[in-house]
């Protein structure tokens, strides 16, 4: 069985559409398959803030490895909206330890450093300070928190990112409303979805499109890197 964390409803909203929501022992998340491979997804929230429950599920299940995906930010130019992320070492914006990620040994992939951040990064000067400083090409809230968590817990299953850009350097304006639209996704209130409508106005609409495309582009990506794990999947 395959483990699949993310941390917002709204990225992984493809991937949820496939599966069945339960809770066991105190824990909700998603079940299902994914290519004939049994999955199973858990929903971090940002920063990994739900470490305890996230001990709990890996105990539920006996999982092979675990597929960490989302979007990440880009913080050096020439990067494309959707664009796979690449990684081979994490690092955190206020701590010095690094992980290295298992999965980078094609010599033929250009590999990039991710760097975690407390809280989003959403001006040009943030971006542009981070890239300089951690030498980063992408910017998250939740990869080196997870990895370091697991790490401390003697956890050994292994964590395969998979990452896509979310947003690029310079659109400041763009992530400001990603914030209010964020919701439309995960609310089943109809007066929720009608406020960010309002509030969004003729931005409400590229906005829209935009996350649909980034949903179903993490959705191919999840299914690449299953086909990748497991040869069995080469051919479907």
């Given amino acids: 069985m395959v483990a699949i964390t993310c941390a917002l409803y709204d990225e992984a909203y493809e991937v949820i559409r496939l599966l069945k929501k339960t809770k066991i022992d105190g824990v909700p998340h998603y079940v ?12 971090t929230k940002p920063g990994f803030k739900k470490k ?3 001990r709990r599920w890996l105990k539920l299940y006996d999982f092979d490895f675990i597929i960490h995906t989302g979007f990440a930010g880009a913080l050096k130019p020439h990067f494309a909206v ?4 690449h990684i081979h070492t994490i690092s ?16 033929s992939i250009t590999t990039h450093k991710i760097v975690t951040a ?7 000067n943030e971006k542009e300070d ?3 400083k951690e030498n980063a090409s992408f910017v998250d809230m939740e990869l080196w928190n997870l990895f370091n968590f697991v790490k401390s817990e003697n956890i050994i299953t292994p964590i395969l990112p998979v990452k896509i850009i979310g947003d690029l350097v310079g659109e400041d304006e763009f992530l400001e409303k990603e914030i209010i639209f964020r919701p439309y996704f995960s609310s089943r209130n109809w007066k929720i979805k009608l406020q960010i409508i309002f509030t969004l106005g003729l ?22 890197k299953l086909t990748q794990t497991n040869p069995k999947f080469a051919k479907q």
Avoid: M, W
């Fill in 52 to 54: 305890s429950q996230f």
């Fill in 82 to 85: 959707g664009e796979l992320c």
């Fill in 130 to 132: 981070l890239a300089h």
């Fill in 203 to 224: 931005g409400f609409i590229p906005l829209y499109k935009r996350k649909r495309f980034l949903q179903k582009t993490l959705l191919a990506r999840l299914k690449d």
């Fill in 118 to 124: 407390k809280k989003p990064v959403i001006t040009i």
């Fill in 32 to 43: 299902g398959k994914l290519l004939d491979e049994d999955i199973s997804l858990f929903l």
């Fill in 92 to 107: 955190h914006s206020n701590q010095n330890k690094e992980f290295q990620t298992p999965d980078t040994k094609n010599n």
